[in-house]
């Protein structure tokens, strides 16, 4: 079992950044993909970035692709999510997800096991 725990999340202006943290629990964050996801309300939970186990690969739909970026440091049990260029359709609540194979692919959430409590991202116009 892991723990996670989100952190960074806030009110920002269009255009400006954020970085999300995620600290995870235990000795075995290196042996779990790591993963973002966000849900607006009334929408549906969505594929914001995936990273493997050393790191060494990273994944992004068109939403975010050149504005976020994924990255892991196993030595802190950290994964953190930076944010730039933010547009107020990214406001929502994001969360972070581990898991220790892929499922189908890394954007389908049955890959991720553990989940986050979340963190409110508001971007504002």
């Known amino acids: 079992q892991v723990q996670l725990v989100e952190s960074g999340g806030g009110l920002v202006q269009a255009g400006g950044s954020l970085r999300l943290s995620c600290a995870a629990s235990?000795?075995?964050?290196?042996?779990?993909?790591m993963g973002w996801f966000r849900q607006a309300p009334g929408k549906e939970r969505e594929f914001v970035a995936a990273?493997?186990?050393?790191?060494?690969?990273?994944y992004y739909p068109d939403s975010v692709k050149g504005r976020f970026t994924i990255s892991r440091d196993n030595a802190k049990n950290t994964v953190y999510l930076q944010m730039n260029s933010l547009k107020p359709e990214d406001t929502a609540n994001y969360y972070c997800?581990?898991?220790?194979?892929?499922?189908?692919?890394?954007?389908?959430?049955?890959?991720?096991?553990?989940w986050g409590q979340g963190t409110q991202v508001t971007v504002s116009s």
């Open positions: 997800a581990a898991g220790p194979i892929v499922y189908s692919a890394y954007d389908d959430r049955r890959t991720y096991n553990y």
């Open positions: 235990g000795r075995t964050f290196r042996s779990y993909i």
């Open positions: 990273i493997s186990r050393n790191g060494g690969t990273t």
